[in-house]
């Protein structure tokens, strides 16, 4: 599997993204999806997480209520819808793909995606 990232971009505070993963090869369904991040100068950390149906979602506590994550596993993508963006949403947002549910850094995940750079202006 491999993973392509994109729709990262420059955002005022308050505005909203939507990040796209999209997968090549016939198992995508198969796997658990992610999204990661990491600013500048810190760790990558875990933002949320889907099972393989998308009929479970986790989310890490600071972007709960905020953020979606979504899939359409005809499309082989996985989407992150992100509202009400603030300056430390700022980060590269990486996807990754497991067939563990959910996603942690604790582990080494199965395929990584680049990341796409996503920007919040103050």
């Known amino acids: 599997v491999q993973l392509q990232a994109s729709g990262g971009g420059l955002v005022q505070t308050g505005g909203s993204l939507r990040l796209s993963c999209t997968a090549s090869g016939r198992t995508f369904s198969s796997y658990a999806m992610g999204w990661f991040r990491q600013a500048p100068g810190k760790e990558r950390e875990s933002v949320a997480s889907i099972t393989w149906s998308g009929g479970s979602t986790s989310y890490s506590d600071s972007v709960k209520g905020r953020f979606t994550i979504s899939r359409d596993n005809a499309k082989n993508t996985v989407y992150l819808q992100m509202n009400s963006l603030k300056p430390e949403d700022t980060a590269v947002y990486y996807c990754?793909?497991?067939?563990?549910?959910?996603?942690?850094?604790?582990?080494?995940?199965?395929?990584w995606g680049k990341g796409t750079l996503v920007t919040v202006s103050s």
């Open positions: 990754a793909a497991d067939l563990i549910y959910p996603l942690r850094l604790t582990r080494d995940m199965d395929y």
